[in-house]
Structures are given as C-alpha cells and as structure tokens.
C-alpha cells in the first residue's frame, strides 16, 4: 500500500519523499482489509499490509509556467468553449440570414 508523500525542498527544487503511515493507521488499514474479505482465524486466513511506496524515485515538482497554466485553463474550459463557437457560428450562417 502506498503511503504520503512530502514536498522537500533540495537544492532550489521541490521533491515528493515518501512519509510512511503511523502504526495506528496501518492497523486500521489492516482491520478493514480483514472486514472486507472475510477473516476468519479458525481457516488460518492469513492478512499482510505493507507500507511501501509504488515509485523507487519521483521526479521533481516544478511550478508549471506561465503557458501552461494557460493551457490548463483552456482545456478545463474546453466544452464551453466549443459551445460559444458553434453558437456563433449558428448565428452567423443562420439566424443572420433570415
């Protein structure tokens, strides 16, 4: 199972390290998993939750730039967008025609 991460800064940059779980956590994590499939210690059903991350290493976060920050407004307002212009469009060969 994966843990949290936290941002570090090193040498100008920010890194994601990973935090392991606290003990009370990865309990609980455990007792749950136990619930959800059914444990039963009479079968000798066995449940193992580990603590470990998914990557050996993470690339480093970097503030995106200005470009891309505008790029992710147009793509969050993409289908909007494409609906003003087929309005307009509309209005132009049609509406205006009449």
Not at 40 to 69: C, H, K, M, Y
Request: hydrophobic share 45%.
């Amino acid at each position: 199972m994966d843990g949290p991460y936290e941002t570090k800064a090193e040498g100008g940059k920010q890194k994601l390290a990973f935090a392991p779980r606290s003990p009370e956590e990865m309990k609980g994590l455990e007792d749950l998993v136990k619930k959800a499939v059914g444990f039963d210690e009479g079968r000798n059903d066995q449940v193992t939750v580990s603590n470990v991350p998914f990557a050996a290493e993470l690339a480093a976060v970097e503030e995106p730039g200005w470009i891309s920050r505008i790029l992710q407004g147009i793509k969050s307002y993409q289908k909007m967008l494409w609906n003003i212009v087929i309005i307009a469009i509309v209005f132009l060969l049609v509406i205006r025609r009449c």
